[in-house]
């Protein structure tokens, strides 16, 4: 009885070991590819964070945005999103001297709200901070003072600009080879991920497979090539419970999309972000302001500075 219970399942396997190419991984490189946990938690600690212009903010977030994962940050117009999403294409590139990753970023603009001028101001911003804490480190390290230049910065963002949801589609499909020949690309910023989604696409059961095989192709970039991808997203309005309540787009259809979800939200006159969504996290929040130099902390609640390490 055992024999006949256990053939179905040696017949699989030896069908699996068959599968190369094309069709999938043989059983035996899906095993190769195991890990253990020990391995993953030391992958973890390791792991690199870029930094968001706000110690409290990447205090909430472990250290800030994490490499290998996708975090999805969104909330009302006029909370700042666009401008956290210009200032971690700016501070991912901070260089090594100065504890940052030395990355280049690809920004992805899909409503037409990246200012290019906003991206100089940012990155004069944070020039001045690194020659603030790091005033004698820049004079010995040549590269260093090579990129300090708001120019350099700029170069170094891939700009995609997104007229529909089939030219979205086209470039994710596309940023694959892309990181193959960029390799010092270490954030994939979408602003915003949904915008056209929500705008032209009607069929609601095709829309969201499409959104999950792209969800799913966003994650395993971040993991092959061991960068941060970070989705801006809108916010729309649920009848929940009796009331109309705020909650992101394209809601439950896309909530496993990401690893961590970060809302920005008025508190008064305050912004605040709230951490949603983490694997290893806990829920809270932190206030954070939209300076002329870029995302720093509020002033209100701490008047420390912010370091860019």
């Known amino acids: 009885m055992s024999h006949n219970r256990s053939a179905p399942a040696e017949d699989v396997l030896k069908v699996a070991g068959k599968c190369k190419g094309a069709d999938g991984p043989s059983a035996s490189s899906v095993l190769k590819g195991a890990q253990n946990a020990w391995d993953m938690l030391s992958d973890e600690q390791s792991r690199k964070h870029i930094n968001t212009g706000s110690a409290d903010l990447n205090n909430i977030l472990g250290g800030g945005i994490h490499c290998k994962e996708v975090t999805e940050i969104g909330g009302v117009p006029g909370i700042g999103k666009t401008q956290l999403g210009i200032q ?107 915008f056209h989604f929500r705008q032209d696409f009607d069929d609601m059961a095709l829309r969201t497979r499409v959104l999950s095989g792209l969800s799913l192709k966003l994650m395993k970039l971040a993991k092959a090539h061991n960068l941060a991808v970070v989705l801006l997203n809108q916010v729309t309005t649920k009848f929940m419970e009796g009331s109309f309540q705020l909650t992101l787009a394209l809601g439950d259809s896309w909530s496993h999309s990401c690893t961590n979800r970060l ?18 996290l806990p829920v809270a929040s932190a206030p954070y302001a939209v300076t002329g130099k870029g995302v720093r902390d509020a002033v209100s609640s701490s008047c420390k500075r912010v370091r860019v390490t």
């Open 88 to 194: 971690l294409a700016i501070n991912v590139q901070i260089p090594l001297e100065y504890g940052g990753l030395g990355g280049k970023a690809v920004y992805i603009d899909t409503e037409g709200s990246f200012m290019v001028e906003r991206v100089y101001q940012i990155a004069e911003g944070c020039i001045s901070d690194i020659l603030e804490y790091f005033p004698y480190c820049h004079e010995k390290a040549p590269s260093g003072q090579k990129r300090l230049k708001p120019e350099s910065f700029l170069a170094d963002i891939y700009y995609f600009r997104i007229c529909s949801y089939t030219e979205q589609i086209a470039v994710i499909n596309y940023l694959e080879k892309f990181l193959e020949e960029h390799k010092d690309v270490r954030i994939v910023i979408i602003d915003s991920v949904t």
């Open 263 to 280: 809302i920005l939200y008025w508190n008064g006159k305050e912004r605040y972000a709230y951490l949603d969504k983490s694997p290893s």
